[in-house]
């Protein structure tokens, strides 16, 4: 399922992403808080944050559901994409740089 930004009209594809990719604009449409400039290791183009992420470690319980869930590991991590060449890099959840 995909949502239009209410800044800049983007059409962002997956409902996971919290903010737009395009302007960094939360999808209730409130002005995003300054975060600090991360800038690409390939192309030093500046990175714009596009959402966390839950990663899953081990099995999925399916039989169990919810509580199986609780026997896993799961991991929360901010993912950053760069506009220019496409990279992803992810940072622990809720990281600030030092130039923030």
């Known amino acids: 399922m995909s949502w239009i930004c209410k800044h800049c009209h983007t059409k962002v594809e997956d409902e996971a992403f919290e903010v737009c990719w395009?302007?960094?604009?939360?999808?209730?449409?409130?002005?995003?808080a300054p975060k600090?400039?991360?800038?690409?290791?390939?192309?030093h183009t500046p990175l714009r944050f596009v959402g966390s992420?839950?990663?899953?470690?081990g099995s999925?319980?399916?039989?169990?559901?919810?509580?199986?869930?609780l026997f896993v590991s799961k991991e929360a991590l901010d993912m950053y994409?760069?506009?220019?060449?496409?990279?992803?890099?992810f940072f622990l959840?809720?990281?600030?740089?030092?130039?923030a």
């Open 53 to 57: 992420k839950d990663f899953h470690e």
């Open 22 to 32: 395009q302007c960094n604009t939360p999808r209730d449409g409130e002005a995003p």
């Open 93 to 99: 959840s809720g990281y600030q740089g030092e130039d």
């Open 81 to 89: 994409a760069c506009q220019s060449c496409g990279k992803v890099e």
């Open 36 to 43: 600090a400039v991360l800038a690409c290791l390939r192309c």
């Open 60 to 69: 999925r319980w399916g039989v169990l559901g919810e509580l199986g869930e």
